[in-house]
């Protein structure tokens, strides 16, 4: 029997008798411009030992009894965050797994845009297991990541600048889409090879479809301070260069219309 396969059938198992889930992620999903944070905390729920099977960066996180990755907070349930957190302490502004705050017709005034840990989406269950809050990755990016860890399944979205983006909401017998360039991000920094691979090669190859607006990722890369994602795309640039699309193109950059401007 295949390992993943393996895996799934002892999650199965555990779900019988009431031991499936003993660690609780808690992760920002929205990004409100006029705040300038990151808001809407999320939650997703997880098995450790199937977690570590495959990573050691979950096999060292969540096999002791503290954190050694700054930006994971262990949480107690009725843990409250005022507003959430900014863009700065975020990390990654540019990040494409955020969804966009929509704040049309909100008052003035202090806005709670986050609830209590037991109030947050997808928390409704009362559940005695470890409660971490993660500060520096999207949820939809943590959630393809677990999915992955789970089943060696993982589907790329299109780029930001190629238009459309695919519905956050996957469906039940797939994988829940993510920004190759975040989970690139999240790979480099668990340490994890395979993944990071397939992530610079979603990237590579979404280069080569017409509707990419290559100076707009260049830019966005410069900002997300990944030097393997900007090599790849100046290599895209220079073969590029003197596309009609291209050349077209500069006149977004010299406006400043980008989200996340920066020069190139």
Same mark, same amino acid.
């Given at each position: 029997?295949p390992?993943n396969q393996?895996?799934?059938?002892?999650?199965l198992r555990?779900?019988l008798?009431?031991?499936?889930l003993?660690?609780?992620?808690?992760?920002?999903?929205?990004?409100s411009?006029?705040?300038?944070?990151?808001?809407?905390?999320?939650?997703?729920?997880?098995?450790?030992?199937a977690?570590?099977?495959d990573s050691?960066?979950?096999?060292?996180?969540l096999?002791?009894?503290t954190?050694?990755?700054p930006?994971l907070?262990?949480?107690?349930?009725?843990?409250?965050?005022?507003?959430?957190?900014?863009? +700065?302490?975020?990390?990654?502004a540019?990040? /494409?797994?955020l969804?966009e705050?929509?704040?049309?017709g909100?008052?003035?005034g /202090?806005?709670?845009?986050?609830?209590?840990?037991?109030n947050a989406?997808?928390a409704?269950?009362?559940?005695?297991?470890?409660?971490v809050?993660?500060?520096?990755t999207?949820?939809n990016?943590?959630?393809?990541l677990?999915?992955?860890?789970?089943?060696?399944?993982?589907?790329?979205a299109?780029l930001?600048?190629q238009?459309?983006?695919?519905?956050?909401r996957?469906s039940?017998?797939g994988?829940p889409?993510?920004?190759?360039?975040s989970?690139?991000?999240?790979?480099?920094?668990?340490n994890?090879?395979?993944l990071?691979?397939?992530a610079?090669?979603?990237?590579? +190859?979404?280069l080569?479809?017409?509707n990419?607006?290559?100076?707009?990722e260049c +830019?966005?890369?410069?900002k /997300?301070?990944?030097?393997?994602?900007?090599e790849?795309?100046?290599k895209?640039l220079?073969?590029l260069?003197a596309?009609?699309?291209?050349?077209s193109?500069? /006149?977004?950059i010299a +406006?400043a219309?980008?989200?996340?401007?920066?020069?190139?």
């Amino acid at each position: 029997m295949p390992r993943n396969q393996a895996q799934i059938h002892g999650l199965l198992r555990k779900s019988l008798v009431g031991e499936l889930l003993d660690t609780q992620f808690y992760l920002f999903s929205a990004r409100s411009k006029r705040q300038g944070n990151v808001t809407k905390l999320r939650a997703l729920y997880a098995n450790k030992k199937a977690l570590a099977t495959d990573s050691e960066y979950f096999n060292s996180l969540l096999f002791k009894n503290t954190l050694d990755d700054p930006a994971l907070v262990e949480v107690e349930d009725h843990y409250t965050c005022e507003g959430g957190i900014s863009l +700065s302490e975020y990390g990654y502004a540019s990040d /494409s797994d955020l969804d966009e705050e929509d704040e049309e017709g909100e008052g003035g005034g /202090s806005i709670r845009w986050l609830k209590t840990m037991r109030n947050a989406k997808g928390a409704q269950r009362i559940i005695t297991s470890r409660r971490v809050l993660v500060t520096d990755t999207a949820f939809n990016t943590w959630q393809a990541l677990l999915y992955y860890l789970y089943t060696d399944e993982i589907v790329f979205a299109p780029l930001r600048s190629q238009g459309s983006r695919p519905a956050r909401r996957c469906s039940i017998d797939g994988p829940p889409p993510c920004s190759p360039k975040s989970m690139y991000r999240l790979a480099c920094k668990i340490n994890h090879d395979k993944l990071q691979a397939k992530a610079l090669a979603a990237i590579r +190859s979404s280069l080569t479809e017409p509707n990419v607006n290559i100076l707009q990722e260049c +830019s966005l890369s410069l900002k /997300s301070r990944s030097p393997s994602i900007l090599e790849v795309e100046t290599k895209s640039l220079l073969q590029l260069i003197a596309t009609a699309t291209a050349i077209s193109n500069f /006149s977004t950059i010299a +406006s400043a219309d980008l989200p996340y401007e920066a020069d190139v």
